[in-house]
């Protein structure tokens, strides 16, 4: 597969605890093709959130080769690694993460800052994306005085601003009721659609189905990988 | 870029107002102490300096030592050793610039319904060369005015304020102790002296004069005190061994006997005091640089807080693309802003308590664009580099440890 965003070969981690090695992603193969739109589910602690810091670059591998856009990250310097998370990857998160003291505008333009774009632009690309995601009224606001499924829609517009090819969410829904997961859902959808690839963390099988295809992790393994079946087709 | 990273650094600031001003608090009061400290101090240094060239350069005292007399041993300056005809032989030794002898006192002055308690030096037109005093209006009186014994004053602006008020005393006559004096000369200010007395409060008359009709000496010829200038301040310890030399020799003074006089270096005195102002200035600016330094250790501190404290923030940060040099111009710039605008205030708060203590206390006290210069470079300093730690530490983060931080 030439365009391949993601391809990852024989990837393990483990965490050094008190009782030595802990091993959490144990031979992990994985390749996701541009464009592609991918739910990964599996029960708590078998690794989906150590496998997503990995591919956003956050985390390193202990072991295997992750390459991005055809680049080995394991070879990046801190300096790069931070181009690719700037440039390449949008993350969203599951506790939103945007900066309390700052404006939804402001927070949404903070990427443009690190790769040298002027005030005036980084304003014009934020206000932009905020009303991408329906929050033009709220340019100015604070992120504590919006409800939880707006910060979240700030959260994706601040991870769009600097046009990414790749999004990663882990659980962007978990915090929200289904309604607003839905909404939030919808709009991955109609990123999907104009070709950013997606990854994206779920528990839960209705927002597991705006996926293309679903990845199942099992104690640090992936043990089924197969497209989303159509609602209603009996397994 | 760097203009961006500056911008985040002062809204965090904003966002922590007190804290912000507390952590500046430290630099203010630095600053200010140095500024403060450095100021009173070149104050001194120039107060000293204008009182010594005042004095006169090159100068020696010659004091006219003990004499025993049946036991009895007057202290220095208590006796007649020393005779005019002393002085004159000085004047021909080799490096002196000018002698003087002199006999004074204090006397009361009257002029018309004033009167004023002066001190009234009697001595030879030499003096005002050594002391280099000029005469302003009129004229010194002359060595013929000294032999003659001539009933002549010169007045300090001081007396003749005193005495005269808004009248010019040239030509006037007034009257030391009953007989009248007739005003030749005016003296140029002089200001304080070294001891702190007002050298303006004064009358010289020829030496003779004062001898004579003035304080009645039982010993006219001799006189308490000679002033020696040199030519240079080179010449000095050569004129020193020489002049007593002389002096040993006129007044018969047996190898293994003490002096009758004493020697006395006025330049050295007045450097070693010129010199103990320049150290206590710079003592002055030491302490109150201690003062600097712990701001700064306060700058460090408080950037270490916020850095944990910010900890997630950073983590978020650097999830979003920023790279170790964005981090640490953000936390560098915070610790230099705030100490360049703590060093700004405090050098207004230095300069408005220096100029305080100069109109409540008079004390003379100088602010130079150098003295701002230093606190404004020492703050600079102090701001990369007790914030560059905190800065790099925060800089060096791991973004997943940062972002998991809670
Ligand atoms: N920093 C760490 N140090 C040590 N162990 C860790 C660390 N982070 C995660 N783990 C362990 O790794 C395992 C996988 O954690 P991870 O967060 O990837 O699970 P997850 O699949 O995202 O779970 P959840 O669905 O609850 O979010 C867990 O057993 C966890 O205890
Ligand atoms: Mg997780």
Known sequence: ?235 | MTLAMLGEAWRAMGANRLRTFLTMLGMVIGVGAVVLMMSIGQGAQHAIKQSISAMGSNLFILLSGSTSSGGARSGSGGGYTLKVEDAEAIAGLSGVQAVAPIHSGSAQVVYGPNNWSTAIIGTTPSYLDARSWTVIAGNAFTDSDVRSATRVALIGQTSADNLFGDENPLGKTLRIRQSPFVIVGILASKGQGMDGRDQDDTLIIPLTTAQRQVFGSQFPGSVRMVMVQTTTQEVMPAVEKSMTGLLRQRHRIREGFDNDFYLRNLTAVADSAAESTRIMSMLLGAIASVSLLVGGIGIMNIMLVSVTERTREIGIRMAIGARERDILLQFLFEAIIISVIGCLIGLGLGVVAALLVESLTGTIVIISAGTGAVAFGVAAFVGIFFGFYPARKAARLDPIEALRYQ
């Open chain 1, 1 to 235: 597969m030439v365009d391949a965003v993601i391809r990852i070969e024989h990837l393990y981690k483990s965490y050094a605890t008190s009782a030595g090695e802990f091993p959490v992603l144990k031979d992990v193969n994985l390749t996701i093709a541009s464009g592609d739109f991918v739910a990964i589910m599996g029960p708590s602690g078998s690794g989906k959130s150590t496998f997503m810091n990995i591919l956003g670059c956050l985390d390193k591998p202990s072991g295997g080769t992750y390459r991005l856009d055809g680049r080995n990250v394991g070879e990046l310097a801190r300096d790069e690694l931070a181009k690719l998370r700037n440039r390449t990857i949008g993350f969203v998160f599951q506790g939103f993460n945007l900066l309390p003291r700052m404006s939804l505008q402001d927070n949404v333009a903070l990427p443009l800052i690190y790769c040298g774009i002027e005030r005036e632009t980084r304003r014009e690309r934020a206000r932009e994306l905020l009303a991408r995601v329906g929050l033009e009224r709220y340019v100015d606001a604070m992120p504590n005085k919006i409800s939880g499924g707006q910060q979240q829609r700030v959260a994706i517009a601040r991870a769009l601003v600097n046009h990414p090819s790749l999004i990663l969410a882990d659980e962007p829904t978990g915090n929200l009721d289904s309604h607003t997961g839905e909404e939030i859902m919808a709009l991955f959808e109609s990123l999907n659609r104009e070709g950013i690839t997606i990854v994206l963390v779920t528990h839960e099988a209705d927002i597991a189905q705006h996926a293309q295809r679903q990845v199942h992790f099992l104690d640090g393994r992936i043990v089924r990988d197969h497209p989303t079946l159509q609602v209603g087709a009996c397994v």
